[in-house]
């Protein structure tokens, strides 16, 4: 995947019911359509709901994928999905550090990039969040802090990075209410460009965090900015539509 198409995720995060899984597939697939939408636009939903989506999505432009991966194969790690079994449900992203796993999952960085790796092993695209806390911001971290997230996933060579989306999501604008100005989310993507190896260039780089209908588009008209990572507004299909619209 490139950033020549706009790239529009939804994340759902442990929320959805088979009933409300249905209703809002169906009205993001009627509105899209109605819409006349052009982005690439995918569903990341919590794992045992993938059969389901996989049938309601199947043969449409929607794809779909899982929250997180296991950095293993197989075997003895209870509680663990691994890359190969989200692909025979058909999924073909796995979100990958994301700041909630990160923080309330004590997951590493180095963790994150094995999750990456063990992902697109078997073809799925990892998402790779990275992304600074408010104290961290506060304190001028914020370059230094993404490049530390960046590290190990860069370490495992340009062949990954290249087949990689990195969203960017600044933790304290995550489900708050508070969006990064474009300014300032540009600023960080246009950092993270800068430190992509060369045949990596132009992967997607998405914007997460309080996306919604009314700043959707600002966002994604910045330079590098090439789509959104999209959580609590993925859930009412009209605004989820409305974002992959802008
Ligand atoms: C997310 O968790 O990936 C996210 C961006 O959430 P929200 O849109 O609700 O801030």
Known sequence: VTRANKLVIGNWKMNGSMESN??????????????GCKAVVAVCSPFPYL?????????????????DVSAHGQGAYTGEVSAAMLSEFGCRWAIVGHSERRAMHQESAQLVADKAEAAATVGLT??????????????????????????????????LVARTVVAYE????????????????????GFIRAQ???SAKSIPLLYGGSVKPDNAATLFAMDDI??????????VAKDFVAIAAA
């Open 22 to 35: 249905h209703a809002l597939l169906d009205g993001v697939l009627v509105g899209l359509e109605q819409a």
């Open 51 to 67: 059969a389901q989506v996989a049938g309601l999505l199947k043969g449409t432009a929607v794809s779909w994928g899982a929250q």
């Open 126 to 159: 990892p998402v790779f969040c990275v992304g600074e806390t408010l104290a961290e911001r506060e304190a001028d971290r914020v370059q230094s802090v993404i490049a530390a997230q960046l590290a190990p996933l860069f370490a495992k060579g340009d062949d």
């Open 170 to 189: 600044p933790v304290w604008a995550i489900g708050t209410g508070k969006t990064a100005s474009p300014e300032q989310a540009q600023q960080v993507h």
């Open 196 to 198: 992509l190896p060369a």
């Open 226 to 235: 090439d789509g959104g990572l999209i959580g609590g507004a993925a859930l």
